[in-house]
């Protein structure tokens, strides 16, 4: 089993910051790209940023310049630092890692989701 723990959502008002965090753990023997997603209602859920093995990040245009995204490999964890909130960015905030599994496949796993709300 493979879980993802997330953290720090909340409520903000218009141009404040959040960061929010993502613990995986469970069985799994690496992690190739960690990432994160969001949905607001009534919409699909879309790409925020991802990270691959090799660092290389891939940020929404609708974030790039507001939010940076880390990863701490040592920690299997997965950071976004949200500056200059708009309402707009008001949404469940899911992460999602490709992992290697013990039997030797990759999967793709969710978290639960935390969800942002930004006030004007």
């Known amino acids: 089993q493979v879980q993802l723990v997330e953290s720090g959502g909340g409520l903000v008002q218009t141009g404040g910051s959040l960061r929010l965090s993502c613990v995986a753990s469970g069985t799994f023997a690496s992690i190739y790209d960690m990432g994160w997603y969001r949905q607001a209602p009534g919409k699909e859920r879309e790409l925020v940023a991802t990270?691959?093995?090799?660092?290389?990040?891939n940020y929404a245009d609708s974030v790039k310049g507001r939010f940076t995204l880390s990863r701490d490999n040592a920690r299997n964890s997965l950071y976004l630092q949200m500056l200059s909130l708009k309402s707009e960015d008001t949404a469940s905030y899911y992460c999602t890692i490709l992992a290697l599994t013990a039997r030797g496949y990759t999967a793709r796993y969710w978290g639960q989701g935390t969800q942002v709300t930004v006030s004007s």
């Open positions: 990270i691959d093995g090799a660092g290389i990040i």
